[in-house]
């Protein structure tokens, strides 16, 4: 478990460069309507980490789930308060992600606190958005995102991130973005601390 959510990183830090407010001067960093974004990871990554994943944003309740054929769960993400679950369909199973909360509030808030420089237009996965070179805490990178605050490019300066191969727009279920009625609550991070496997706590 405790490699599974890093997993799903990319997509949660970079797909969800995310405020939703749009201050003056500044691009949409939330989808303002619907999307499903398949994307691909750049870069060196960890063995664990997916190459393939797709992100779907319920844009009225600034939600996002992501998904990869490789992971046996998904990942649920609420901007609004910054909480992250992982959910098991298999089992039943819904827990809390393992890294804490207040860095899954970071990830989700990033560009809130992000200093963003227009550079110009491009386009990816056949659809156009504009180049921005992103700042923050120390690290620097360049993000694409379209004029509906889909990321469509996102990487490091040492290359390292993700881009779009497919962008989809249609209308999202909610219940998608729900915690289906029965699944049970249970913290894994505490059952495996109990089993002397030693992850940190949240």
């Given at each position: 478990?405790?490699?599974?959510?890093?997993?799903?990183?990319?997509?949660?830090?970079?797909?969800a460069?995310?405020?939703g407010?749009?201050?003056?001067?500044?691009?949409?960093?939330?989808?303002t309507?619907?999307?499903?974004?398949?994307?691909?990871v750049?870069?060196?990554?960890?063995?664990?980490?997916?190459?393939?994943?797709t992100?779907?944003?319920?844009a009225?309740?600034?939600?996002?789930?992501?998904e990869?054929?490789?992971?046996?769960?998904?990942a649920?993400?609420?901007r609004r308060?910054?909480?992250t679950?992982?959910?098991?369909?298999?089992?039943?199973v819904?827990?809390p992600?393992?890294?804490?909360q207040?860095?899954?509030?970071?990830?989700?808030?990033?560009?809130?606190?992000t200093?963003?420089?227009?550079?110009g237009q491009?386009?990816?996965?056949?659809q156009s958005?504009?180049?921005?070179?992103?700042?923050?805490?120390g690290q620097?990178?360049?993000?694409?995102?379209?004029a509906?605050?889909v990321?469509?490019r996102?990487?490091?300066?040492?290359?390292?991130?993700?881009?779009?191969t497919r962008?989809?727009y249609?209308?999202?279920?909610?219940?998608?973005?729900r915690v289906?009625?029965?699944?049970?609550r249970?913290d894994?991070g505490?059952?495996?601390?109990?089993?002397?496997?030693?992850?940190p706590?949240?």
């Amino acid at each position: 478990m405790r490699r599974l959510f890093p997993a799903l990183i990319p997509g949660l830090a970079l797909a969800a460069l995310s405020s939703g407010a749009l201050a003056q001067n500044r691009p949409a960093t939330f989808p303002t309507r619907d999307v499903t974004v398949e994307y691909r990871v750049l870069g060196n990554a960890s063995p664990q980490t997916p190459r393939e994943f797709t992100v779907a944003a319920l844009a009225s309740e600034g939600r996002l789930r992501v998904e990869s054929p490789s992971m046996p769960a998904w990942a649920l993400a609420d901007r609004r308060t910054g909480r992250t679950e992982m959910v098991m369909d298999s089992m039943r199973v819904v827990t809390p992600s393992p890294i804490r909360q207040e860095e899954a509030m970071r990830y989700l808030r990033l560009a809130e606190n992000t200093r963003l420089t227009r550079l110009g237009q491009a386009s990816q996965a056949g659809q156009s958005c504009t180049n921005y070179r992103w700042e923050e805490r120390g690290q620097r990178g360049t993000a694409c995102l379209t004029a509906d605050g889909v990321l469509l490019r996102g990487v490091n300066e040492r290359g390292e991130g993700v881009e779009a191969t497919r962008v989809q727009y249609t209308r999202h279920d909610p219940a998608r973005f729900r915690v289906p009625e029965g699944y049970r609550r249970v913290d894994l991070g505490d059952m495996a601390r109990s089993l002397g496997l030693g992850l940190p706590r949240r």
